[in-house]
C-alpha cells in the first residue's frame, strides 16, 4: 500500500500560485496519483488525477516526475474559497477502498 | 449535474438508540461506501458494497454496523446500539467503476451521540 506524505498545513495569499508536494515513495506500477479536496462539514472532492507528466483541468495542474516518487498540485490564483484540506491518494491497483492521510490544510488570506 | 444526497444532515440521538443514515447514490452508479470522519480527524473508510453485499470492510465497521440497499435507490449505514465514540460525519460515496480512483461523496450526515 503505497503511503504518501504531505505538508500538514500551508498558508497563502489570495491571488497566488499554490503548490503542494506529495512524495510517494513506493508508488506500485499501476497506482495513479489522486487529490482531493475537502471543505469544512462537507465530503471529499474529487479535484484531479494523473499516471506521469503534467495534467491541468479547470481547476489545478498536476504534475507528476518521470520516477513518480512525488507530485506536486498546483493551484493558480488561489481565492479564499480554495481554503479546505487537499488530500494526496495512490489510487487504483485492485483496491476498491480509498485511504484518506491527514491531508495538507491550506489557508487563504485576504 | 448528478449528486449522492444523504439523510439527515444532522442526527441527535441517545446512547444505545439505534440510528440509521440514508443514502441515495447517483443512479447509474453501482459501487458503494460508508466513510466517517470524526471532528478533526481523518476520514476514515468503513465499508464497500456491491452487488448487493459487501465488498470490503474496515476494522471500525464491527457487528454494531450493517449496511442494507432496501431498494433500487437507497443505501442505508445501520448502527444498532450507538455508543459516544459514533460521534462524527458520515460520508456516502458511489462511483461507476472501482479502482479508477474517483468517489463521489454526499454531504454526509452529522451523528451526535448523548
Known amino acids: 500500500l503505497a503511503k504518501t506524505t504531505q505538508p500538514i498545513s500551508m498558508d497563502s495569499y489570495e491571488g497566488q500560485e499554490v503548490n503542494i508536494t506529495c512524495s510517494h515513495n513506493n508508488i506500485a506500477t499501476n497506482d495513479y496519483i489522486t487529490w482531493y479536496q475537502q471543505f469544512p462539514s462537507q465530503g471529499p472532492r474529487f479535484i484531479i488525477q494523473?499516471?506521469?507528466t503534467k495534467v491541468t483541468n479547470e481547476v489545478a495542474s498536476l504534475f507528476i516526475p518521470a520516477d513518480r516518487k512525488s507530485s506536486t498540485l498546483s493551484l493558480p490564483r488561489v481565492s479564499l474559497s480554495d481554503t479546505a484540506v487537499y488530500y494526496c491518494?495512490?489510487?487504483?491497483?485492485?483496491?476498491?477502498?480509498?485511504?484518506f492521510g491527514s491531508g495538507t490544510r491550506l489557508q487563504v488570506q485576504p | 449535474e448528478p449528486e449522492v444526497t444523504q439523510t439527515p444532515s444532522h442526527q441527535v440521538t441517545q446512547m444505545g438508540q439505534e440510528v440509521i443514515l440514508r443514502c441515495v447514490p447517483i443512479s447509474n452508479h453501482l459501487y458503494f461506501y460508508w466513510y466517517r470522519q470524526i471532528l478533526g480527524q481523518k476520514v476514515e473508510f468503513l465499508v464497500s458494497f456491491y452487488n448487493n453485499e459487501i465488498s470490503e470492510k474496515s476494522e471500525i465497521f464491527d457487528d454494531q454496523f450493517s449496511v442494507e440497499r432496501p431498494d433500487g435507490s437507497n443505501f442505508t449505514l445501520k448502527i444498532r446500539s450507538t455508543k459516544l465514540e459514533d460521534s462524527a460525519m458520515y460520508f456516502c460515496a458511489s462511483t461507476p467503476r472501482p479502482n479508477t480512483g474517483e468517489l463521489f461523496f454526499g454531504e454526509g450526515s452529522r451523528l451526535t451521540v448523548l
Open positions: 491518494l495512490a489510487t487504483g491497483s485492485g483496491r476498491r477502498a480509498l485511504t
Open positions: 494523473g499516471y506521469k
